[in-house]
T-cell receptor, first 112, second 118 residues
Framework: DGGITQSPKYLFRKEGQNVTLSCEQN?????MYWYRQDPGQGLRLIYY???????QKGDIAEGYSVSREKKESFPLTVTSAQKNPTAFYLC???????????FGQGTRLTVV | AQTVTQSQPEMSVQEAETVTLSCTYD???????LFWYKQPPSRQMILVIR??????QNATENRFSVNFQKAAKSFSLKISDSQLGDAAMYFC???????????????FGEGTQLTVNP
């Protein structure tokens, strides 16, 4: 079945450690996105990528990094520089046409 | 930068009744797309409906319809015959229609929490 897979669903890390969240899609979509969602709030854009080997900063990119070496994969690294990393992270993808984006099931990151 | 505003943090509706969720946006572009997403307690984001700015006709998907007022930059969602399964957080979203990099940027509002009362 085609879709977007985020793993793991829950992730725990100690403060000061870098952590990488996985996002894989087999929809042959060109554009991919990472969003952060805090409790009771909307989605804030971290990074997005329109094509392989290219990505753009969103509104809250500080403390995060991404790579887009393959069309199917868009991993997000939460670095120790991110001051408040505990949040729900959503990955999405979209084919380059007039359609909407499709989302993964999210990763809940807790930093202790 | 484009902004999306949802002025109703919470709304409630009786089962089988109709409810309208509001959304306004700010843009200087003429070519863009608007979306409504639903996020139930599972937190899975589900695309409900979309509207292309160049189309004057309002989009409809079964019980969901929009009222798109381009001049007023307003994009409201109407849910008819509300069902218990409609209870969720609803997000309005904007995307530029350009093919350059900025055309990929997808911006969301803060969301409206909809409660459906039996």
């Amino acid at each position: 079945d085609g879709g977007i897979t985020q793993s793991p669903k829950y992730l725990f890390r100690k403060e000061g450690q870098n952590v990488t969240l996985s996002c894989e899609q087999n929809l042959n979509h060109d554009a991919m996105y990472w969003y952060r969602q805090d409790p009771g709030q909307g989605l804030r854009l971290i990074y997005y990528s329109q094509i392989v080997n290219d990505f753009q900063k969103g509104d809250i990119a500080e403390g995060y990094s991404v790579s887009r070496e393959k069309k199917e994969s868009f991993p997000l690294t939460v670095t120790s520089a991110q001051k408040n990393p505990t949040a729900f992270y959503l990955c999405a993808s979209r084919i380059t046409d007039r359609g909407g984006a499709f989302f993964g099931q999210g990763t809940r990151l807790t930093v202790v | 930068a484009q902004t999306v505003t949802q002025s109703q943090p919470e709304m409630s509706v009786q089962e089988a009744e109709t409810v309208t969720l509001s959304c306004t946006y700010d843009t200087s572009e003429s070519d863009y797309y608007l979306f409504w997403y639903k996020q139930p307690p599972s937190r899975q984001m589900i695309l409900v409906i979309r509207q292309e700015a160049y189309k004057q006709q309002n989009a409809t998907e079964n019980r969901f319809s929009v009222n798109f007022q381009k001049a007023a930059k307003s994009f409201s969602l109407k849910i008819s015959d509300s069902q218990l399964g409609d209870a969720a957080m609803y997000f309005c979203a904007y995307r530029s229609g350009g093919w350059e990099t900025s055309g990929s940027r997808l911006t969301f509002g803060e969301g409206t929490q909809l409660t459906v009362n039996p």
